[in-house]
Structure formats: C-alpha cells, structure tokens
C-alpha cells in the first residue's frame, strides 16, 4: 500500500480515482470550444424561430461570457461543469420550448445541434493534459497503484478523450455515467470503480475538480477527497465550491507518493 501526501493531509491507499474534465484535462480547452460551436447554433436556431434576444449561457448554463457574450470560461458550479449531457440538453430544449417548438421536436433538435458540435470536438481532438499529470500518473503506476477514471461524460466519450491525451493504458476501469443508477454526487461510480479495481472504497482517494466527486468519495467511503483548483492558493483560497474536499491543491506537482 502506497501513501498519498500534500499539505500536511495524507492517507494510506491502493487506488486513486479521477474525475476526468477539469481534472484529467483542462476543461475549457476541450470543451470550450464545444460549448461555443453548440451556443451558436443554439442562437442560429432561436433567430430562426423568431426568438429574440441571445441565449443565456450564464444564466443557463453557467458559462462565463464577456460584454459581447463569447464564452470565456464556466462555472464550477454549474450544469457545463457537473451535468451530464442528456442534462445540458434538457436546459437548452427547455429554451426552444419557450420559443414554441413543441418538447419533443425540441429535444430532436438540441440532440442534432450537440451531434454537430461533438463531430467538430472529434476533429480537433483538443484535450490537453493538466500541467504534471503524466509524471503524477507514473509515479502512480511506480508505487503500484491501481487508477480508475469515473466521470458525468459517457463512457465512449471518457475512452476517446484518454486516447488523444495517450493516457488510455494507466487506467484499469473507466466508469462513465452510463455505466451507473445514480450519478454524482451518488456513490455508485465510486463504488463501481472500486469492484472493478477489486479493492474497498476505503482503500481508494478520490481527485477532482467539483464539489459533487468530493461528495461522490465522502458518500462512497474513501480514504480521502483531494479538490483540484487551479486557482487556489493556502493564503488566498479561493476554492471554497470544494467544501467537502479533504484538501485542495493547485496542481499535481503538490502530490508526493511515497511507496
């Protein structure tokens, strides 16, 4: 069993479980891009509707917009950065159901707005790792820790972005939110990792960037909930979403794995 250390807080385990967005990646290089191309359309089709106004992304979604509403970062709170993606685009039908499409025609239509945006996502392949993360994950593998991803993003999708990032082979289960009842923050894709890793949730940390996987490893039972924000410092906080963290780091290189 190796040990996980940072700021003073460690814990004994044999299993580390990642969130992936935010986490694994940063999260507005991937799905900043994606958030913008589907706004878009979003707005094309509303126009087309005789909506008037813009969509709300702040509002709605909880994406940050400057004066001219181009989207310039997120909430950590928000439905971008915890929903799944059946939810986001549930909110966004709910806005052409305003406008008067009828739900069902709504929802089509947000499905085919999203598939546009994803296969543009798909060819620019933008998922950038956090800084440090490979050498963490190999200081990881040294110890003889076993790695798990559980993640709101499907599973197909989670495997996808792991493959562009050439992180796939440090993981021995992916669990998306498909795979799972309840997704965060309920236990079970903590809980199902750890089946599949073969160990106990208590012998298992838990790292991400939202409050709700903090809430996934409390509910679950894990050895420890360590918060990832990248702004965050110990004199200026500035992280306080993480409020069921155990610990909050800036970055990887703050982990030190003793084995």
């Known amino acids: 069993m190796a040990t996980i ?19 694994l990646l940063n999260f507005m290089g991937l799905w900043g891009s994606w958030a913008v191309a589907l706004t878009g359309l979003m707005e094309r089709k509303l126009s087309e509707l005789g909506s008037p106004g813009s969509l709300n992304k702040a509002g709605l979604l909880g994406l940050h917009t400057d004066g001219e509403n181009r989207v310039i970062g997120y909430d950590k709170t928000g439905p971008v950065a915890m929903g799944t993606e059946e939810e986001v685009i549930a909110l966004l039908a709910s806005t052409l159901y305003a406008a008067g499409l009828p739900w069902n025609e709504a929802i089509t239509a947000v499905r085919e707005l999203n598939a546009s945006a994803m296969a543009d996502l798909k060819r620019r392949r933008e998922a950038v790792p956090l800084p440090g993360l490979r050498e963490f994950l190999q200081d990881c593998l040294n110890a003889g820790l ?4 559980v993640t709101s993003d499907s599973t197909s999708e989670a495997l996808e972005h792991l493959e562009w990032m050439g992180i ?9 939110r498909d795979r799972v009842t309840r997704g965060k923050p309920g236990p079970d894709m903590a809980l199902l990792a750890c089946h599949e890793l073969g160990l106990q949730p208590g012998e298992a940390v838990v790292i991400g960037d939202s409050n709700a ?6 509910r679950a039972g894990v050895a420890m909930t360590i918060g990832v924000a990248e702004d965050y410092s110990e004199d200026a906080q500035g992280a306080g979403y993480l409020r069921d963290a155990d610990v909050i780091i800036a970055g990887y290189r703050e982990l030190t794995i003793h084995h």
């Open 146 to 149: 076993k790695l798990a991803v």
């Open 5 to 23: 250390e940072t700021h003073g807080h460690q814990a004994a385990c044999r299993a580390i479980l990642f969130d992936k967005d935010g986490t």
């Open 213 to 218: 996987d903090m809430q996934m490893g409390k």
């Open 168 to 176: 796939r082979d440090a993981f021995v289960s992916i669990v998306g």
